[in-house]
């Protein structure tokens, strides 16, 4: 027999549990729910546009009736538990209703606080927490005039706008002097203010509230200092209270919320606990993005796959009123321990804090630009140390990564409906608003599978993460410590270093060592542990071809019509009459569709036929060519200028540094595609600074440079050291090779590394750390000594056949 | 055309000429079919063109009985060339099986 779950709270987190634990186990149990409102569950955090008649009731239904049907679970919906029984096992509803289960799960949310003064039940006197309030204020809204809002955080402010929307006049009551104190400073919540207030938002500030006055229904509100207003309808909206009485009943131990482990266990093992209800590590949290974390973890522990800890969340907030843009997360008010960077634009109505503790982010408060939240929130949770771009912080990411492909738009609420966001596959802002809300999207991963916005370049993923928090109210981005894919819940860095430790040398290694979910891992898992696991033993970890893309298994770059393009390596951007003859008769030969000079200085040949491509590379290399590993995660090209021998600026020759590099790399795996650059002098016309490691020759040497990008994102380099001599040259661009094989993830470029890194971390170990520099030299040398083969030649002589032949013609 | 009278099964080649985890074609005179060979051996064939632009599904990814398309990560199940939610759309498949060591496709 299967074993029963019952759920008792049929809201976000309770649902989303059950959704995570469909996918990993949809039949272990035979599952029960409860819930005391007589709805399916629906998004919460969209009751705010509901009741600003911007959405309907319909709209944020996350799970229909059907779904329950569908996956056969008995749904009592308007049916409160009032008792549970331990001993046997047993939940009892308030209609009569029993169910049994093995393992119970709690899911009862909180409910608003109602501040005890006289007259807090009278008729008209409404909280905000569910639909059946929306609905009780969208009806008074119709009858009445004056509402007075006590509470000025998220909740009362978003209360007020809807009411304001529905044509009532609002006067908000707050007993401190700042608006959304525990998002915002002083400064902020000033510049709040204003715009509410000509949106036509009444404020009464540092009001305590002493009586609500009325007879049978509401009439107005009296205040401490004895002053009073009138008011037809009063919203309660001064905090929450996580719904704890069940629990406690129950005899479970119970604090602020229903304590639990790690593990969302309460003191009773075969009880779980998670959401707004439960007190974890001491803190209880009032916003989704915890709870889809917390869901995951305990979905993994019913699912009985028994790994997955919850450490606790970081959170942000967005305000969801149309035309206001605000962001604010973690300790933004800081400490003597802490600085503050701050930027104010009282005109132009733009306000930005980051409080920086040991050159980390530990906290940011953003006004009327919030374009940047995402990305001050992401440094903040990876820690990353900001030292080297403190002057351009707060001018945000893109003064600091130029931006390619949508005519520098950034601001997502400014954007119209029908406005292009992902300008790779054709996705517009409408369509994205769309599918969050009627497909109840709530990460970056679920909109990129389902509207494809983000999907390719990536370019967009800021502005779907803009939309997302406009739409939603938060930055539900996916945590720091994201899972490589949906075959595991490990890291790409607890990969890397449990091949390293338990020295796994195979795919089935991992999978086994790491209790993969997936028999053979997925398109997305297989070729980062492939790369891991040849860069961590050269030699030793056999080259896994069917966990390679196409283009690194065939060698050369798959078109959009199925044909493939060949590109020889052209050292150093340097030719002789001989290799461009060799390349001209290839072209004739096989009837290459079209002959184009790459960027790279080298020669393109496109529309090749695959099984064409053995004897294309038999021709080339038998007349001296190499493989350009234009199609790989590899070492691509190394740019040139003539310099010294040519130029009359020139200071060093550049072209024949630049053909000693790429003598040196070529063939080498990278976790991303890697591109080098020597230009003869700073008049720089190789375009040394936008690549991965680039050389300006100077009078009295060579400036390194590390991390350049001429992408989607431009980013120009940093400056690593300078050195005298090409053997030094030589050194450090093995060096940093070698730690980027060695320590940035597969996928990741040197920009986003050293950003995430810091340039300082890498000077230390490649500049000042001299002994480092030798082993990591001497490890890349190494690893080549097996990686340094041609591909082609050896194709060419027959390995590897089968990739180029169909395995049978039938007719013709 | 006689083809349309009944499918015939015809021999195309030994199982080990497939690598485990991947894919070859077989041309016709009216397509072009992807056999694949997942790494439980069990032999799929699929017309080699992916329901969302064509991508060649032989040069894909093989995981579980699924391939991902090399073109732009569609996933489609080998078993009946439907693509996985939330993409839409199907590769049309073909009747294959295997006879000790030798894969048989019905054309
Ligand atoms: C108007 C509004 C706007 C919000 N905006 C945002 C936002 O922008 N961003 C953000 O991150 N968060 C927002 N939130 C908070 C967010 O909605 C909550 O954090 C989230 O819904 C909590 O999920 P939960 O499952 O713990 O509780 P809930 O979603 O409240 O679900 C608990 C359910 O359990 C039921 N229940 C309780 N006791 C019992 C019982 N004994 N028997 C049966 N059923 C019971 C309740 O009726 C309820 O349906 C907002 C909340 C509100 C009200
Ligand atoms: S970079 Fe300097 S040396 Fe090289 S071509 Fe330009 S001007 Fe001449
Ligand atoms: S052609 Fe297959 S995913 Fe686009």
Not at chain 1, 161 to 184: A, C, D, F, P
Not at chain 1, 292 to 309: D, M, P, S, W
Not at chain 1, 586 to 610: C, H, S
Not at chain 2, 79 to 103: F, H, T, W
Request: glycine residues 10%; hydrophobic residues 40%.
């Amino acid at each position: 027999m299967k074993e029963r779950l019952v759920l008792i709270g049929n809201g976000m987190a309770g649902v989303r549990t059950l959704e995570e634990l469909l996918k990993l186990e949809p039949d272990k149990y035979e599952i029960t729910v409860f819930g005391s409102e007589p709805h399916p569950n629906y998004n919460r955090i969209l009751l705010s546009p509901v009741l600003a008649g911007e959405k309907k009731f319909d709209e944020i239904v996350l799970n229909k009736r059907e779904w329950y049907q569908q996956h056969d679970i008995t749904l009592h919906a308007g049916s409160p538990v009032v008792e549970i029984n331990r001993v046997k096992r047993k939940v009892l509803a308030a209609d009569g209703t029993e169910a049994a289960y093995d393992r119970l799960l709690l899911a009862t949310g909180s409910s608003p606080f109602i501040i005890p003064v006289p007259g807090a039940n009278l008729e008209g006197v409404i909280s905000f927490r569910d639909i059946h309030d929306v609905e009780q204020m969208l009806a008074a809204s119709r009858q009445y005039k004056r509402a007075v809002v006590i509470g000025g955080g998220l909740l009362g402010l978003e209360a007020a706008n809807g009411l304001i929307k529905q044509g009532m006049e609002v006067s908000v009551v707050h007993l401190m002097e700042t608006l959304m104190e525990r998002q915002l400073d002083a400064a902020a919540g000033a510049m709040l203010k204003r715009s509410l207030e000509e949106n036509g938002m009444h404020f009464l500030m540092g009001a305590q509230t002493d009586a609500i006055l009325g007879e049978e229904r509401v009439t107005g509100v009296r205040f401490k200092d004895g002053s009073e207003v009138k008011a037809d309808l009063v919203v309660m909206a001064v905090g929450i209270r996580p719904n704890i009485e069940l629990a406690k009943q129950a005899g479970l131990y119970c604090e602020r919320g229903v304590v639990v482990n790690d593990t969302m266990q309460t003191y009773d093992p075969r009880i779980y606990a998670l959401g707004e209800c439960v007190q974890h590590r001491d803190t209880c949290y009032g916003l989704v993005a915890p709870l889809f974390e917390q869901a995951k973890v305990c979905a993994n522990h019913l699912a009985e796959l028994g790994y997955g800890r919850y450490e606790g969340s970081v959170t942000s907030t967005k305000l969801k009123v149309t035309g206001i843009e605000l962001f604010s997360a973690g300790d933004f008010h800081g400490d003597e321990q802490t600085e503050e960077i701050v930027f104010q634009d009282q005109a132009g109505g733009t306000y930005k804090k980051l409080v920086i503790k040991d050159n980390r982010i530990s906290g940011a408060v953003l006004y009327g630009n919030t374009v940047d939240g995402a990305w001050y929130f992401q440094l903040m949770r990876e820690g990353t140390d900001i030292s080297d771009m403190r002057e351009s912080l707060l001018f945000g990411e893109a003064a600091h990564l130029g931006s390619s492909g949508h005519g520098g738009q950034s601001k997502a609420s400014a954007m119209g409906d029908e406005a292009q966001v992902c300008d790779c596959n054709g996705v517009c802002k409408g369509d994205i608003v769309k599918a969050i809300t009627s497909e109840g999207l709530f990460t970056v991963d679920d909109v990129k599978a389902h509207t494809k916005a983000g999907a390719s370049c990536g370019s967009c993923i800021g502005l779907v993460e803009q939309i997302l928090a406009n739409t939603l109210g938060g930055d539900y981005s996916a945590p720091e410590a994201k899972p490589i894919c949906a075959c595991t819940d490990f890291t790409h860095d607890q990969v890397r270093s449990t091949i390293r430790e338990y020295e796994l040398i195979d795919k089935q290694a991992v999978f086994d060592k790491m209790d993969w979910r997936t028999p053979d891992g997925c398109h997305v898992c297989r070729p980062a542990i492939n790369y891991y696991l040849i860069s961590a033993w050269p030699g030793k970890a056999q080259d896994d071809a069917q966990s390679r893309f196409v283009n690194e298994r065939v060698h050369g770059n798959i078109q959009k019509d199925g044909t493939f393009s060949v590109i020889p390596r052209i050292l150093g951007g340097r030719t002789t009459p001989d290799e461009l003859r060799a390349i001209a008769d290839a072209a004739d030969k096989f009837n290459v569709g079209e002959v184009n000079l790459t960027g790279g200085q080298r020669i393109n040949m496109l529309g090749v036929k695959k099984e064409d491509l053995p004897a294309m590379w038999a021709f080339l290399t038998e007349r001296g060519m190499l493989s350009g590993h234009a199609y790989g995660k590899a070492l691509r090209t190394v740019k040139t200028c003539v310099g010294s021998t040519w130029c009359r600026f020139g200071t060093q020759d550049s072209t024949g540094l630049g053909i000693k590099l790429e003598e040196m790399t070529w063939a080498s795996w990278m976790p991303h595609k890697f591109k080098m650059a020597v230009s003869g002098c700073p008049r720089n016309c190789a375009e040394a600074t936008i690549k991965d490691f680039g050389v300006v020759c100077v009078d009295s040497g060579y400036e390194l440079h590390i991390g350049g990008n001429g992408g989607v994102k431009v980013r120009a380099t940093d400056v690593l050291c300078r050195v005298t001599t090409e053997e030094e040259v030589m050194e450090h661009c093995a060096a940093f090779i070698q730690l980027y094989r060695e320590e940035a993830r597969y996928l990741e470029r040197t920009a986003p590394w050293i950003e995430r890194v810091g340039l300082s971390d890498i000077k230390k170990r490649i500049v000042e750390d001299v002994r480092g520099r030798k082993a990591l030299y001497a490890r890349f040398l190494e690893s080549q000594e097996v990686a340094q083969h041609d591909p082609w030649t050896a194709r060419a002589k027959g390995a590897e056949a089968h990739e180029f032949t169909p395995i049978k013609q039938i007719g013709e | 055309m006689s083809a349309v009278l009944s499918e015939k099964w015809v021999e195309i080649g030994n199982l080990d000429e497939i690598p485990k985890l991947g894919s070859r074609v077989v041309r016709t005179a009216s397509d072009e079919i992807a056999i694949f060979r997942a790494a439980d051996d069990r032999v799929f064939a699929l017309s080699n063109r992916c329901p969302h632009k064509q991508g060649p599904l032989s040069e894909g990814i093989l995981h579980g009985h699924r391939v991902t398309c090399p073109l732009h990560n569609w996933v489609i199940e080998l078993e009946n060339g439907q693509a996985v939610a939330p993409d839409v759309g199907c590769a049309k498949s073909y009747p294959v099986r295997l006879e000790g060591e030798m894969i048989l496709l019905a054309i």
